[in-house]
């Protein structure tokens, strides 16, 4: 799990320094993003390796697309389109996230 966190900060990072003009508008969002995840994964340590392997690979791509989508805001619309992308991406992310406790085994599944 920390290998993830250590991923989506690195995300960040990268994010923030290309853009720094608007590197709180890209922080906060990705905080959000590490918080919810957090959340997410502490309830997933069931979950078998080829689903994970899968999360992780989906996740890499995910936070790779949302550079791209990032830089692509910034060089047209400045810090609104880039908290618009932001807010979109990291939400499908999060969700993403959530969705492996769909795939855990009944008695680990969370209580309803």
Request: aromatic fraction near 4%; proline fraction near 4%.
């Amino acid at each position: 799990m920390a290998e993830l966190d250590h991923r989506v900060a690195a995300a960040e990072q990268s994010a923030a320094a290309r853009h720094a003009g608007l590197a709180d508008a890209i922080r906060h969002p990705f905080q959000r993003l590490r918080s919810g995840l957090g959340q997410a994964h502490a309830r997933c340590a069931a979950v078998d390796e080829k689903t994970w392997a899968t999360y992780v690979a989906d996740l890499d791509r995910g936070l790779g697309e949302l550079q791209t989508e990032v830089d692509r805001a910034a060089e047209r619309v400045g810090e609104p389109g880039v908290a618009q992308v932001l807010d979109r991406h990291v939400t499908a992310l999060e969700l993403a996230g959530w969705r492996l406790q769909v795939n855990l085994p009944a008695d680990h599944a969370p209580v309803r």
